[in-house]
């Protein structure tokens, strides 16, 4: 029996082998088996009668070339090959399951015929290249719909304001996408193979977590931030994602990342508005509240919790009509309502205080959204001592009276010429004016010349917008130019519209915000740069040089026998000691080299734009002045100091500034190791 006879009368016992076989293949296992064995009944009967078809010199050549099947084979090993990918098998799924057939085939047929018949040789041969044909036909689609979805992919990435890219385990990049390519200056071709270190201050923090993803196989989230061309600090959040291969390895490194400048910058000035309203809040003379539509209480002021009695835990969403007499809470309820529904209310009603029994309280409460979702919130003042004595009328002016002059500085109201129709007592002793001086003075003619223009502009703001503040230097009476957030928030009385505002000092906040930074900065001996500081300053001249390749030199300087002036004189004297190296120091160096104190008796500097012959100059002078000074150290002794320095200028080698203070260390080592008072330098080759 010839062997296309064979594949045609025994096609379903060779389909019971490869199916077998094909149900040991995961993608198998999710096919349809119906369709699956249909491809598969249709390609046996094609090769069969490929195998008894008579070639034709045509036939030949194209065989030759390496062409595919004609006619029926060709049609049924691409339906084969697209019912398989849909299935989705891969390629080495497929190629394992032609083998299986061929085998199965030549397995039943050469059990079926012991002895091999005359034509054997060259229907095995026909049947090899039916076999290669039909499975070549099968894969073809893999690459053109591998094609395909790369270019697809390619535009979709391209079209993105985000940054994608994809590394190889060495940091190299595989592929970046347009955008990419604008931030780095560079067209997409020359950046591939480069190094993504290589590409620009924007990319060259991320390569360090490199290594950790691909250990750990986890992605990576991070921010980072670089000031661009322009001198503007740009931040951006970015994710690094392992690509594993069919083994489980990390193949390549997918990244992206997309800049979150103005949301930083929103979230710092929600925090700069949460501190102000903090402030606002705890420094009212009342109680605040803030709820939500079932009254449960929100945010709240210590005041309030004093009144009450309650805990944290027990004001976190309890109910504020729980602090309310009895017999006042529908009237509270009903007034917190008819603010939900009209935007504002005002109510007298009694509060249960823990230490003072029952008083009235005057609630104001104002609607606010926040996320399109309604809360109100307001001040409580206790009005108990009044509400006998005074007209309604009466009762409204000692409250609006006393709410401003609670208010820990100046309150103002503005007319819509920006002058003052209303004022408190802190504004008459700020500016030294009387109530008659002030009334419907321009509020500009109290604010610094140089800051009217913006006074001006922050009053247009708030009428034309509503709100609006600034900071303002003010002119005072006695305490001179002080520094003042002032807001200003517009609001109608009838047919006029006013702007009401409130004014902090923060001079000396500033000032102790600023001496706490220089604090956190500074040696308090010495009065130069910190470890940390230096560290700072040090690492981003170092960046600015290498990025630039301009030479930079680093000196590690140690006072010789620091120890024996403690032990000899004592601390004190070595105190001196440490505060004279520094004063001869400075007046060697420049003043835009940074020195700092290491700890101890040692010290750094860094020296900008400047090279090894330079540095060594510079440094032998400073060796000399200080061994050439005698220190008074008190009691009438004084002491002679020495010191070692070792250099070491920036080489090619030094990808961060710890590898330029290593060097460094190590030539002050050799000083050291060679007798002291002496200035030796790192052998590196210096960078080109």
Not at 101 to 129: G, K, Q
Not at 178 to 205: I, N, Q
Not at 595 to 621: C, D, K, N, S
């Amino acid at each position: 029996m010839t062997l296309s006879d064979f594949i045609s009368t025994h096609i379903e016992a060779i389909l019971v082998e490869w199916d077998a076989f094909a149900q040991s293949i995961f993608s198998a296992r999710k096919a349809d088996p119906a369709k699956a064995r249909d491809h598969a009944k249709g390609i046996l009967l094609a090769i069969a009668a490929a195998i008894e078809r008579t070639q034709t010199p045509l036939d030949q050549a194209e065989k030759s070339k390496g062409h595919g099947p004609l006619g029926d084979v060709g049609s049924q090993a691409s339906m084969h090959g697209m019912s398989r990918r849909a299935s989705g098998f891969n390629l080495v799924e497929e190629v394992s399951e032609f083998r299986a057939l061929r085998a199965s085939v030549l397995r039943l047929w050469r059990n079926a015929n012991p002895v091999a018949p005359p034509s054997a040789d060259e229907e095995l041969i026909r049947f090899n290249e039916a076999v290669d044909q039909v499975l070549a036909e099968s894969i073809a689609g893999y690459s053109v719909e591998k094609e395909r979805y790369a270019l697809l992919l390619d535009k979709l990435l391209s079209s993105s304001p985000d940054l994608n890219y994809i590394l190889d385990l060495e940091g190299r990049v595989i592929y970046a996408n347009k955008s990419l390519a604008l931030l780095c200056h560079l067209p997409v071709e020359d950046m591939l193979g480069k190094r993504f270190s290589e590409l620009g201050s924007a990319t060259d923090k991320i390569p360090q977590h490199l290594a950790v993803v691909i250990q750990n196989k986890e992605t990576f989230c991070g921010d980072l931030q670089y000031t661009n061309d322009s001198g503007h600090v740009v931040s951006y959040e970015y994710l690094l994602v392992p690509v594993l291969d069919e083994q489980g390895q990390v193949e390549a490194i997918a990244g992206s990342a997309r800049e979150i400048t103005a949301r930083k910058q929103l979230e710092d000035d929600i925090g700069r508005e949460r501190s102000i309203s903090d402030t606002i809040i705890e420094s009212a003379s009342g109680a605040f509240f803030m709820i939500d539509q079932q009254f449960h209480l929100v945010r709240w002021n210590k005041y309030l919790q004093e009144e009450t009695g309650w805990s944290d835990a027990q004001l976190r969403g309890g109910s504020i009509l729980d602090s309310i007499h009895g017999d006042d809470r529908a009237l509270a309820a009903a007034k917190f309502m008819a603010a939900f529904a009209t935007g504002y209310a005002h109510m007298e009603v009694r509060v249960n205080t823990h230490e003072h029994g029952t008083r009235y309280f005057l609630k104001s409460a104002r609607r606010f959204m926040v996320d399109n979702v309604p809360y109100v919130a307001g001040f409580c003042f206790d009005v108990t001592d009044r509400k006998q004595s005074e007209e309604a009328l009466e009762k409204e002016k000692i409250f609006s009276d006393a709410l401003i002059e609670s208010i820990p500085g100046a309150f103002y109201v503005l007319d819509m010429e920006g002058s003052f129709y209303r004022w408190n007592n802190y504004l008459n002793r700020l500016t030294g004016l009387s109530d008659r001086a002030l009334k419907q003075r321009p509020l500009l003619l109290s604010i610094h010349e140089e800051d009217r223009p913006l006074a001006a502009a922050t009053i247009k703001e708030a009428f034309d917008n509503g709100y609006a503040q600034a900071e303002l230097h003010v002119l005072t009476k006695d305490r001179g130019i002080r520094l003042f957030f002032m807001t200003a928030r517009r609001f109608q009385v009838g047919r006029d519209t006013y702007l009401v505002g409130v004014g902090t000092d923060t001079t000396e906040w500033l000032a102790k915000m600023k001496s706490l930074e220089h604090q956190a900065w500074t040696d308090p001996l010495t009065q130069v740069a910190n470890r940390s500081h230096f560290l700072d300053m040090a690492r981003q001249e170092f960046a600015r040089c290498r990025r630039y390749a301009h030479p930079v030199s680093l000196w590690m300087i140690d006072i010789d026998h620091f120890k024996t002036v403690n032990d000899t004189y004592g601390h004190h004297a070595g105190d001196i000691a440490l505060q004279s190296l520094v004063s001869t120091s400075q007046q060697t160096l420049r003043d835009w080299d940074i020195l700092g104190r290491i700890g101890g008796e040692e010290f750094a500097v860094l020296l900008p734009e400047t090279g090894a012959e330079r540095a060594m100059l510079v440094a032998e002078r400073l060796r000399q002045a200080v061994a050439a000074s005698r220190i008074d150290v008190g009691d009438g002794a004084s002491v002679v100091l020495t010191i070692s320095i070792g250099i070491a200028t920036v080489v090619d080698d030094d990808v961060d500034l710890e590898t330029l203070l290593d060097r460094a260390d190590q030539a002050l080592y050799e000083a050291k190791r060679t007798g002291r008072d002496k200035v030796c330098q790192s052998k590196q080759v210096l960078l080109g």
